[in-house]
C-alpha cells in the first residue's frame, strides 16, 4: 500500500518562501509520478506541479507545472530519502489553500500531468496560509 505524508505547511507573509515536503512509502519513482495539489475553501481541487520519474532511474525527473506557479514553484525528488518537495517562492494570498500529494503508477502526457483523476494515491494534506 503506498504511503504518502506531507509537511511543511505554515503561515508566511506574502512574497515569503515556504517547502512542502511529501515522504513517500512502498512507492518507486522510475517510470511513475507524483504530483502537488491544493484546495482552497470553496473550490475545486487543482493541479500545481508534477514531476515523473524516467524509466530505470528517477534522476532529475520530467516537471509540469500549472501556468500560475511557473518561475514561483519548484518540485523536486529525493531518491535516497525518498521524499518529493514543492519549493515555493514569491507567495502571494490567491496560493492560500490545503495543498496534497499524490501518486500514481505510470507515466502521462503533459496535458494530463495536473488531472486529479488519474493519481491513485493522496496524502492527507498540509495548510498553506498566505496573508499579512
Known amino acids: 500500500q503506498v504511503h504518502l505524508v506531507e509537511s511543511g505547511g505554515g503561515s508566511v507573509q506574502p512574497g515569503g518562501s515556504l517547502r512542502l515536503s511529501c515522504a513517500t512509502s512502498q512507492f518507486t519513482y522510475g517510470g511513475n509520478c507524483v504530483g502537488w495539489f491544493r484546495q482552497a475553501p470553496g473550490k475545486e481541487r487543482e493541479g500545481v506541479a508534477t514531476i515523473c520519474g524516467g524509466g530505470f532511474y528517477a534522476g532529475p525527473g520530467r516537471t509540469h507545472y500549472a501556468d500560475s506557479v511557473i518561475g514561483r514553484f519548484t518540485v523536486s525528488l529525493d531518491n535516497v530519502k525518498n521524499t518529493v518537495y514543492l519549493q515555493m517562492n514569491t507567495l502571494k494570498p490567491e496560493d492560500t489553500g490545503t495543498y496534497y500529494c499524490?501518486?500514481?503508477?505510470?507515466?502521462?502526457?503533459?496535458?494530463?500531468?495536473?488531472?486529479?483523476?488519474?493519481?491513485?494515491?493522496w496524502g492527507q494534506g498540509t495548510q498553506v496560509t498566505v496573508s499579512s
Open positions: 499524490a501518486a500514481r503508477g505510470g507515466l502521462l502526457p503533459d496535458a494530463l500531468l495536473l488531472d486529479r483523476a488519474k493519481f491513485q494515491w
